[in-house]
């Protein structure tokens, strides 16, 4: 049996999502930037496609959708931005980020620190959530930006963006909220709360890879990181990904019709999931069920070392993760159990299954059995779980 349990990685994509993209390889391939109706057939097309990118985040059509390539793009881009309008220039000096954003964000403002920028990492608390009182004790009037995710990658956990975007506000800051693991698991409006920049990837609710966006809040538009063509306003310069955009409308439009009808089960798979592997001993989850997404588990089994489990469930052909895919390759511990400030040995030990619409029940009986099992053989050859003291271990 193959099991695909890292949804948070990426997706597989909709069915019904290949289906839209397809006359727009062989057929309606035309450049909508060209003057014939080999371009005209797409713009009907693109148009839809938008309509539903809207209305997935219910952003007002004075607002901006600019499409990019990935939520790496997008995340890039608003750090990158903010720099040139608002910090080059001496009008503001500061950013503030939280310490488990996507690399591409912790990476993005490490480059910023590079250029003489002040950055505050903020922290999270012993639940994987975001210290706000640590935001509004730190934020100032020297403050350009403030960019917390909306959900985490690895625990899943929902942070309250609506207080952070209100605090924003207050200062006269801008906010943005990095939405990835956000779209298609619970609602997504753009106009119940303050944002002014929001990234989100289609590859990450069963639309194709290679295409995202960042929404822009009226009078907000950042400086652009290309330069060289009239797309998107001038804005993101760049022949337009027409299969890529058909296919994140459709899969928007999916991914909104899913929260209320499949979430539910995938909640109810997950629980049943974490359920059935905490009733090993010595066994944790860190952030409460309520406060995270519905499909994410991240879980440490004291003693197995993560990558040790990922080889064993592997070759039992189910799939699950470490940490980021992109950092996995480093034998390095999970950033967000480094955070919360996990001890070494449980930092080590945590893996994360992320279910999606198409998990079914079976796969999760299976994954439950095969994890069992590795688990047992894992802790029988570990030196350090042998070792540890009965007072670490749930045993008597
Ligand atoms: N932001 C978040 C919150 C993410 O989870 C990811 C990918 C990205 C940005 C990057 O998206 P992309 O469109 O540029 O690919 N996260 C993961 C992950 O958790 N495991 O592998 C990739």
Known sequence: MRVYLDNNATTMVDPQVKTAMDPFFCEKYGNP???????????????TAMEKIYAGIHAPKSDSVIITSCATESNNWVLKSIYFDYIMNG????????EVEHPSVIAGAKFLESLGVKVTYLPINSEGIVDVKYLRDNITPKTALVSVMWANNETGAIFPVEEIGE???EHGVLFHTDAVQAIGKFRVDVQSFNVDYLTFSAHKFHGPKGVGALYVKKGKEPT?????????GGLRSGTLN????????????????????????VRELRDYLEDSLLELKDTFVVTPREKRTPN????????????????????AGIAASTGSACASEDLESNPVMEAIGAAEDLAHTAVRFSLSRFTTKEEIDYTIDVTKKAVERLRSISSSYAY???????EA
Request: aromatic residues 6%; negative net charge; glycine residues 8%.
């Open 33 to 47: 930037n060209s003057l014939h109706d080999f371009a005209r057939d797409t713009h009907e097309p693109l148009k």
């Open 91 to 98: 009008r503001k000096d500061h950013i503030m980020v939280s």
């Open 167 to 169: 605090i924003c506000k």
């Open 224 to 232: 652009p990181l290309f330069h060289g063509g009239s797309q998107m």
């Open 242 to 265: 027409v299969p890529g955009i058909v296919g994140m409308g459709k899969a928007m439009e999916l991914a909104d019709d899913c929260i209320d009808f499949e979430m539910p089960d």
């Open 296 to 315: 994410t588990t991240l879980i440490s089994f004291r003693g197995v070392e993560g990558e040790a489990m990922l080889w064993d469930l592997n070759r």
């Open 388 to 394: 540890m003291p009965k007072s670490q271990t749930n």
